[in-house]
């Protein structure tokens, strides 16, 4: 069974919540572990609506100190403690996050039942923040107006899939089995070698989805983001108003298809929207100019990183 | 004409949103003045979502530091500024509020581009916190986990409304016109006297409106309340948890109803309702057992104070 491997989009507005659009917040599933990346206000009401499992999330990433980004939090941790959560939690952000969480704990006397560890994240090199069975998180440094890092998360390994009608035809041994799932060929004592590939489906090609929200355009983020399968980059500004994008230091949806067509991913996803812009159908066709495979991100909308 | 004085309901949820409800929040209109009492998670949200002119708040009141009644200020605040708002606002809080919010705009860089005062509520003794033209707003010691107040707004005085057909009967001199709007009698200079119950509809009743959340049953709130015309009460729990009311400083439905009665206010509107009931209407009986004249408050409905 190949393990799901989805993002669902809670909110992709930039700052102002209109149109129908929630500040940044998406969960990235991988089989049974969630990733909660970004925490905008809203984000439990959300995560609710959506029905996404929330209590399953472990690890939470936040990107910068921009409070579209992280509002959420205190609500959040603070929900998780009136439902009676016991199981830890991770949040992974910048310095600073854990000052704003603990002032607030500290005046509304709230003691946490479970145990909330915070890790700061490296907004000058890239780093290895997470290993889980299958899959682990890579943070890396971004440009924009305050200390940011953007997310990976990567498959790390996949069983091989095997084909039944082969093993049932040659019926070789179970330790042979075992060795063709990691990838390996295998020789019985008696010297007789099974080899993998003929037992085996292909060699998978790891999955992987990667978030850059929010950044000015970069071309240095390219070789973080090379061959990824699922590229989320933010797209705040339309043509019109690239010379904002540039003083804000945030990105245009051309830029990002720019970005997503160096980098050679699969897909790109398009988000945090100005809220100067309700139709979006004009940015879609300026950043699929550049990078035919842009998609725009819908609000409670799951998308599959295939 | 009588000035518009209504409250709209944003939010009343205890704690976890859930249900459909959002946090407390509440916009209180007397005229043309807006004041927001309370602003959790969302509010910004639910202004837009139930078409509040949010731009004409100018005052802001937070009850006390527990995150269901605060957490959507600091959102708030900078949608105002990327709003370009250059009108000065007033934050009326508890100790801590100010450290809270500068805390988060210290990490975020954020200037604002609109003069930002706070103002410390005083948890022990009742204060004139605001007067406006017409109003004037009250803050009030309440009992909970936390220092805690509740607000009132009063009308201060109201206009003498003219009695149209009595003034063309008579036709009294202009400054007896004016002088009738004041509750006043008028002398000519010829000594003649206008008696200004002879020309205004009777002295109006002043309005007056009370919010309380959150606060354990307190009978020490009912000299505070005194023939109000419409309380809000937190209502956090039904009589099945009367005891787990008192263990989380808040209020039962009937407790509620008991206070309302005391003070023999006009009418009582419950909110704050626990996660634990979807259907309220249990809830309301055993409010109306109490007091008659019992509300459900209900999110986006605006709700006359008469």
């Known amino acids: ?49 959506f029905k996404v499992k929330s209590s399953r999330i472990e690890n939470i990433f936040i990107s910068h100190l921009h409070g579209d980004h992280y509002l959420g939090l205190v609500g959040l941790l603070s929900s998780y403690n009136l439902n009676g959560r016991t199981k830890p939690l991770t949040i992974f952000g910048p310095k600073g996050l854990d000052e704003i969480i603990t002032t607030q704990f500290r005046w509304s006397n709230t003691r946490l039942g479970y145990p909330l560890e915070f890790i700061q994240t490296n ?25 940011t890092t953007g997310f990976k998360v990567l498959e790390k390994e996949r069983k091989r899939r095997l084909i039944k009608e082969k093993l049932e035809e040659a019926n070789p041994p179970i330790e042979a089995i075992k060795a063709f799932r990691e990838g390996k060929d295998y020789s019985s004592d008696s010297g007789k070698t099974y080899l993998v590939d ?9 999955r992987s989805y990667a978030f850059c929200s929010d950044t000015i355009y970069d071309e240095g983020l390219v070789p973080y983001l090379q061959d990824m399968s699922l590229l989320y980059h933010e797209s705040t500004f339309m043509d019109d108003q690239q010379e904002r994008a540039k003083i804000t230091y945030h990105s245009t949806a051309r830029e990002a298809a720019k970005i997503a067509k160096m980098a050679n991913v699969g897909e790109l ?29 819908e609000q409670g909308q799951t998308y599959s990183i295939s």
Not at 29 to 45: M, P
Not at 129 to 140: M, N, R, Y
Not at 198 to 206: N, R, S
Not at 273 to 290: G, I, P, Q, T
């Open 1 to 49: 069974m190949i393990p799901d491997f989805e993002v669902t989009i809670l909110g992709n507005t930039s700052s102002i919540p209109v149109h129908g659009r929630n500040p940044t917040a998406q969960v990235v599933r991988y089989h049974k572990d969630y990733f909660l990346i970004d925490c905008g206000e809203g984000t439990q009401i959300q995560l609710q609506r």
């Open 123 to 147: 907004p000058h090199h890239s780093e290895v923040i997470l290993e889980k069975q299958g899959v682990k998180v890579i943070s890396f440094p971004m440009k924009h107006r305050l200390p």
């Open 198 to 206: 003929d037992f085996a489906y292909p060699e998978p090609k790891l």
């Open 269 to 297: 996803l398009l988000g945090h929207f100005s809220s100067r812009y309700n139709d979006l159908s004009e940015m879609l066709v300026e950043a699929k100019s550049e990078f035919e495979k842009s998609i725009l991100s």
